[in-house]
């Protein structure tokens, strides 16, 4: 990672990393408006460095959070209770494997 000016960049890598390690995740497609004047100020940026507008909005996103953790939320007592008894099945060998959901839901 380098800085130029106020902007700092994220090197390849980085961002490499970044997207292999999301690329599991469901993604959201935002649109966003923006005056004039700063559309073309973003995207001269972006040009700049080489990247779509998309790529280098997307940068800014990933160097904004990266220092953020990602929030956890504490389960309800209930469904602690259903996974952790659903852990318990598991380990006993009480659980199936289901190979086709079609086959399986047929044979209910």
């Known amino acids: 990672m ?6 700092i960049v994220l090197d390849k ?7 292999c ?6 993604t959201t497609q935002i649109k966003v408006t923006l005056p ?3 559309y073309l100020h973003l995207k001269s940026k ?3 460095f080489g990247l779509g507008l998309a790529s280098y909005m997307r940068h800014l996103v990933i160097n904004d959070v990266k220092d953020v953790d ?8 209930q469904r602690e209770e ?6 318990e099945d598991y380990r006993a ?3 199936t494997s289901v190979k086709n959901i079609d086959s399986y839901l047929a044979d209910l």
Request: hydrophobic share 40%; aromatic share 14%; glycine share 4%.
């Open 82 to 87: 259903i996974a952790l008894k659903a852990l």
């Open 46 to 48: 972006a040009e700049k």
């Open 13 to 19: 890598s980085l961002t490499w990393y970044y997207y």
């Open 93 to 95: 060998g009480k659980t």
């Open 36 to 38: 004039e004047e700063l």
């Open 2 to 7: 380098y800085q130029k000016g106020t902007i």
């Open 70 to 77: 990602i929030p956890v939320f504490k389960m309800s007592r």
């Open 21 to 26: 390690s999301m690329s599991n995740i469901q």
